[in-house]
């Protein structure tokens, strides 16, 4: 079992920019996987697949705080 990595972005900003670097480092991964290249960790690409969901998660609970604080 892993552990999963605590996120310590704050700003929706920081969370675009983190989201769209691991989007481009699991495009070349899953291209490395399917030219056979040697791959070391096979499980990576699930783990990065899960960590933009987490930062999806996290972006969307900071998109409704706001609109929350805009409503109030």
Known sequence: MTKKRKI?????QEI????NELKLEL???KGMLV????????SKKKE???E???LFTLKNSLLKKKE?????
């Open 48 to 50: 990065m697949q899960k």
């Open 16 to 19: 675009d920019n983190k989201i």
């Open 52 to 54: 933009i969901a987490r």
């Open 27 to 29: 495009a070349k991964y």
């Open 35 to 42: 030219s056979k290249t040697k791959v070391t960790n096979t």
């Open 8 to 12: 310590e972005v704050n700003s929706i």
């Open 68 to 72: 929350g604080a805009k409503a109030a």
